[in-house]
């Protein structure tokens, strides 16, 4: 069988022939149509070998676009799934055939036959792709996986190995000068007994030199005694250190817990200036609703995928369900709150206009990639829609707020914010994702759009901190949690991918820091915790609990990969499952601090 079919231009032949000569002097076999064996119908001849070869590298030049052949063979390929397009010259969109327009050819234009050049590197990798079964690839995914563990775990094993060699070092270094003070001591302790036996006989207690000596032999010895206390004890440390790990310091730093870190803890919960309406199921109506929006996108994404439906185009039925998604989830918005008769609060409002925010800049994303429209780097047709819905979204804030003429509660600036700093982050991802800069290596653009849009959703939060320290409440400091923990667990494994750890390290580490913050946000309100703060604390600690079970369950080998549908899965069901257990114990701890503490009343 053929492993690869050459699909080109005969005035391309001379182009073609090193690629072909590459490829063939790596061990594959390469069809590309020299010469016709007599008796053999061509056209029939060339079909054979189309069908029968695993993909097929099609050339695309000025002469190519107006072959019929070329053309004829690339839309048989594409059926297949078997095309790899490969540029021989620069063309534009408008140059390719209908439906052949290849967003990811390799870039063949500038090769010289260098095997580290970009284009031939991506075309290696395709082609590779193609030439590999599913299951070798599903395979070599798991060899890979268990490599990085492994790597993961014997990097932290020589981590604490050389921890261990640190501390016995200093622990004998410490002994080492204990016994020089102890020898010390002892020499002080025979130059006092010296000076004691010289001392005249016949004054006794009276000389006053005589009393003073035997109180500085006093003090030597029990300094003597307590040296040798902390000398075995020294000892007893150095022998655990030899036989077990250290154990490891718990508790939050102490730099995050010194006074004025965090807003004042002993003031009471305030349990109504979030809101100007007193209808709490309102609220939280309204909080289900911007929660269950990407849930509902992901939703409509996959119900479109397995359905296979489209309304953009053929094999766009991941965009179109997004698109879809994206429609309904304003129109329920607006069509529930006009068929209420109370006053939509300002806090209710912030929460709507946060879920249509989020479904808005989805769509948009969607659609611009499934209609092939493009603002910005050629074929960045998702980023370009993503950049669109971003600014559409920090446009209509600022309107949406000079619209309801309320004045703003905290929460409610905090999810103006969170709204805002997602557009800002998302911005910044299209920015940098469509230009491909990286600070991670050639190839390490897309970690390096992750990371920028993280730290630039951190730097918005850090400004509004910083305008509103002095009049900063306790659900708006919960809100601000949150989103910045968001914020953390995007950047953290982005900076930690990009410097090689990994990402099935990077990804537990960065829950574990949204733990520990969390954790200690909690201990520092002593139990003088609302609704809301349970229900955000609840919802952040839960979610990040469920990242690191998820990712400890895969690392141990019974569970999915994280990345994967079926992962994702997992996760929103050990969210829901321990959701609940997180907001009762925080609401439990609240409600014992409350019966322990003792208000007092101001006077």
Same mark, same amino acid.
């Given at each position: ?29 390469? @069809? ?6 007599? *008796? ?14 695993? /993909? ?17 063979? !690339? ?11 490969? $540029? ?10 209908? *439906?052949?327009? +290849? ?9 010289? =036959? ?18 590999? &079964? ?22 932290? +094993? ?26 010390? !001591? ?73 006074? =004025? ?6 003031? &009471? ?10 209808? #709490?199921?309102?609220? +939280? ?25 489209? @309304? ?43 879920? /249509? ?17 493009? $603002?910005? !780097?050629?074929? *960045? ?6 950049? @669109?819905?971003?600014? /559409? ?8 707020? #000079?619209? #309801?003429?309320?004045?703003?509660? =905290? ?23 469509? !230009?491909?800069?990286?600070?991670? *290596? ?44 968001? +914020?953390?667990?995007?950047?953290? &494994? ?36 609302? %609704? ?12 990040? %609990? ?49 019966? #322990? ?7």
């Amino acid at each position: 069988m053929t492993d690869i079919f050459f699909s080109y231009s005969s005035k391309d032949r001379e182009r073609v022939r090193p690629v072909r000569d590459a490829l063939a002097a790596q061990g594959f076999d390469v @069809f590309w149509d020299q010469e016709v064996p007599t *008796g053999l119908d061509w056209d029939r001849w060339i079909r054979d070998h189309l069908n029968k070869s695993k /993909c097929a590298l099609v050339f695309w030049s000025i002469n190519s676009i107006a072959s019929d052949n070329v053309r004829h063979e !690339a839309t048989v390929a594409k059926q297949h799934g078997k095309l790899v397009p490969v $540029m021989l010259d620069a063309l534009t969109a408008e140059q390719f055939p209908m *439906g052949l327009y +290849a967003v990811q050819g390799a870039n063949l234009a500038s090769w010289t =036959g260098d095997d580290d050049h970009v284009g031939w590197s991506e075309l290696r990798r395709q082609i590779e792709t193609k030439l590999t &079964p599913l299951w070798v690839r599903r395979h070599i995914d798991t060899l890979d996986a268990e490599l990085v563990a492994e790597r993961a775990r014997r990097e932290t +094993a020589e981590r604490r190995d050389r921890t261990l060699r640190d501390q016995i070092v200093k622990e004998a270094q410490a002994q080492q000068e204990l016994r020089r003070e102890l020898d010390h !001591a002892h020499d002080e302790i025979a130059a006092l007994k010296a000076r004691l036996q010289s001392a005249p006989q016949g004054q006794g207690k009276a000389d006053p030199r005589v009393e003073q000596l035997a109180k500085q032999l006093a003090a030597a010895r029990d300094e003597v005694h307590t040296l040798e206390a902390a000398n075995d004890e020294l000892q007893t440390k150095i022998k655990a250190l030899q036989a077990a790990p250290p154990r490891s310091s718990s508790g939050p730093p102490a730099w995050m817990v010194k006074a =004025g870190a965090l807003p004042d803890q002993a003031a &009471p919960v305030d349990k109504g200036s979030h809101a100007k309406s007193s209808d #709490r199921r309102a609220i +939280a109506i309204a909080a289900v609703f911007a929660l269950a929006v990407p849930f509902v996108l992901f939703g409509f994404a996959v119900m479109f995928e397995v359905g296979g439906w489209s @309304f953009l185009g053929l094999y766009e039925a991941v965009p179109s369900g997004v698109v879809a998604a994206g429609l309904l989830i304003p129109t329920v918005a607006i069509v529930y709150n006009l068929r209420r008769h109370d006053p939509l609060g300002s806090t209710e409002f912030a929460l709507y206009w946060l879920g /249509c925010a989020i479904a808005f800049a989805a769509a948009a994303c969607a659609l611009f990639q499934g209609m092939r429209w493009g $603002m910005l !780097a050629p074929g *960045g047709y998702g980023e370009s829609g993503l950049l @669109f819905g971003s600014l /559409c979204v920090l446009a209509f804030a600022p309107i949406a707020i #000079r619209w #309801r003429k309320q004045p703003l509660a =905290g929460a409610d600036i905090a999810l103006y914010w969170i709204g805002c700093a997602l557009a800002v982050a998302a911005s910044v991802f299209a920015l940098s994702a469509s !230009a491909e800069w990286t600070i991670f *290596g050639p190839y390490g653009w897309v970690v390096t759009a992750f990371f920028a849009s993280a730290a630039a959703a951190i730097i918005t939060g850090a400004i509004v901190v910083w305008r509103r320290w002095a009049v900063i409440d306790h659900v708006e400091a919960a809100l601000y949690w949150c989103g910045t923990s968001l +914020a953390v667990a995007v950047a953290t &494994p982005a900076l930690l991918d990009g410097m090689g750890f990994g990402l099935y390290v990077a990804h537990p580490l960065a829950a574990l820091l949204v733990l520990a913050s969390g954790a200690l946000l909690v201990r520092r309100r002593q139990g003088l915790l609302g %609704t809301a703060e349970v229900a955000i604390y609840g919802l952040g600690m839960s979610l990040a %609990t469920a990242v690191l079970i998820t990712y400890l369950l895969y690392l141990m080998g019974i569970g999915v990969p994280p990345d994967t549908p079926g992962g994702v899965l997992l996760m929103l069901v050990i969210t829901l499952g321990i959701g609940a257990g997180w907001s009762g114990f925080i609401g439990r701890s609240a409600k014992t601090s409350n019966a #322990r503490v003792k208000v007092t009343p101001p006077v």
